[in-house]
């Protein structure tokens, strides 16, 4: 990135990687995700890390399957 934007007329005086400020998250994959049938407001979702499912409450109102979610 830093040559491109070279490339293109950029200085680039500094490079520092954000990895690191984010050791240890996991991304993980929902498989499903329905209504939780005691709270109108929560989901019940089945998300996989790519090594185990786990079954998850979850409050966003737009979580659905399929999405990859830190």
């Not at 200085?11 to 929902?30: C, H, S, T, Y």
């Not at 109108?40 to 409450?57: A, F, H, T, W």
């Amino acid at each position: 990135m830093a040559d491109k934007l070279t490339d293109v007329g950029f200085e680039v005086e500094e490079m520092r990687p954000l990895v690191q400020q984010f050791k240890g998250v996991v991304v993980g994959k929902v498989e499903s995700a329905e209504k939780h049938p005691n709270a109108d407001k929560l989901s019940l979702c089945l998300v996989n890390d790519g090594r185990e499912n786990y079954q998850v409450i979850c409050g966003a109102p737009n979580v659905k399957a399929g999405q990859l979610v830190p």
